[in-house]
């Protein structure tokens, strides 16, 4: 009972000293009683905690340095209050210090820098001056550039949408073009060939044309014998053709080849008149076989819908030369030098008594054979390559 009733004797003994002092003194007397008397009965944490709340981010620069020492506790500040009239002002700052409330504008300075938790009151002390840096920074990246920036790029993805486009424009006009290339082989129908109307005259009996042909060839030496008229469905067509088996009494050809008699008196008179003199000449030696490659062939040239002179028996690839002392000269891109000089010099003079003269150089279906054939030309034309 005594400890309830000493300081209410205190406090009546107080109020009456204030009333006997004079009045400048009194009225400082006053205010502190009346101080003293609310700290007493009323929480002091019910007031700080609006202040703070209203000081907010602002009041907090003032406290950092007077922070640490308002935290012993709100009932030492009663005590300070009374000695010092600028006491309130400490304890005004309190409420920042501690304050649970002020977390939030923390909680966004902690966005840029993750302050460690045990610092926190360093960081509040600091935030007055940081705060109002840091609080901007969030708050103008947030708004400001990074929006922008994410807006930004969905912008330039359309922006990049759209150069894509038009590149399948360009690939489109290239679409057509293998269209009609595709379309050009099938446009040009072959020119049908006269000669695949030919046929032999159906009482058996030969053109007075292909018996002088063949008294020729008997005249030059030349084997043969008749064989039926060649017809195909695709063109191909020898009325009267003839299988060969010798070019002359001394030049052999292997195998035997089916050619018509033009053809056949063409290649008897030249391996008489061209290859064996050559071979003469180069090697001291003569023809005695000629190989061929192909003679009759139903066949399109290659690469096209028109008929080959081989079609029509008109037509012999030459694959190498035998001679009587053994030598063998074969139809090669790269021959041996005397066979080079023998091969130019036969192939040389083959253009005028052959229509057409291909062979290595011309084309890769020529590589390893001499065509000659007697292809019918305006004119007599020769096509030698
Ligand atoms: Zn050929």
């Not at 009239?85 to 400490?90: D, H, R």
């Not at 990246?141 to 994410?150: A, E, H, M, V, Y």
């Not at 096209?304 to 029509?312: D, I, M, V």
């Not at 036969?346 to 020529?366: I, Y």
């Amino acid at each position: 009972m005594v400890k309830l009733y000493a300081p209410r004797l205190a406090l009546a003994m107080a109020i009456l000293g204030v009333f006997m002092l004079p009045p400048t003194e009194s009225y400082a007397a006053k205010t502190w009683l009346e101080k003293l008397f609310q700290t007493q009965h009323h929480k002091p944490a019910k007031k700080r905690k609006p202040r703070a709340a209203a000081r907010a981010p602002g009041d907090k620069i003032v406290l950092p340095d007077t922070a640490p020492l308002p935290e012993p506790s709100p009932r030492v500040a009663v005590g300070a209050g009374a000695i010092a009239a600028t006491a309130p002002a400490v304890t005004e700052a309190k409420p920042s210090p501690p304050g649970p409330e002020e977390k939030p504008p923390q909680g966004q300075a902690e966005v840029e820098t993750p302050a460690p938790s045990g610092a926190a009151v360093e960081p509040q002390a600091e935030s007055p001056a940081s705060p109002p840096t840091p609080t901007p920074r969030p708050d103008d990246p947030q708004p400001g550039s990074p929006q922008p920036d994410t807006s930004q790029p969905a912008a330039p993805a359309p922006e990049a949408a759209q150069p894509v486009e038009p590149p399948k424009p360009e690939f489109r006009p290239d679409k057509p073009q293998p269209e009609a290339v595709e379309q050009k082989p099938a446009e040009p129908p072959p020119p049908p060939d006269p000669r695949s109307a030919l046929r032999a005259d159906p009482s058996g009996k030969l053109p007075d044309d292909e018996i002088a042909c063949r008294r020729r060839l008997s005249e030059l030496g030349v084997k043969f014998t008749p064989r039926p008229a060649e017809t195909d469905p695709l063109g191909c067509s020898i009325p009267y053709p003839i299988v060969v088996k010798s070019l002359g009494p001394e030049f052999e050809l292997a195998p035997d080849a089916e050619m018509n008699c033009a053809m056949a008196e063409a290649a008897a008179r030249f391996a008489k008149d061209v290859v064996s003199p050559a071979a003469q000449d180069i090697f001291g030696e003569t023809l005695k076989s000629i190989s061929h490659a192909s003679a009759y062939v139903c066949r399109p040239r290659n690469g096209t819908n028109k008929l080959s002179e081989h079609a029509f028996g008109n037509a012999l690839d030459i694959a190498s030369f035998k001679l009587s002392g053994g030598t063998t000269v074969a139809v090669e891109p790269a021959p041996p030098e005397k066979n080079l000089k023998f091969l130019t010099r036969v192939r040389g003079s083959a253009c005028g008594p052959f229509k057409t003269v291909l062979g290595p150089g011309s084309n890769s279906d020529h590589a390893e054979h001499l065509h000659f054939d007697l292809a019918p030309r305006k004119h007599g034309g020769t096509v030698c390559e």
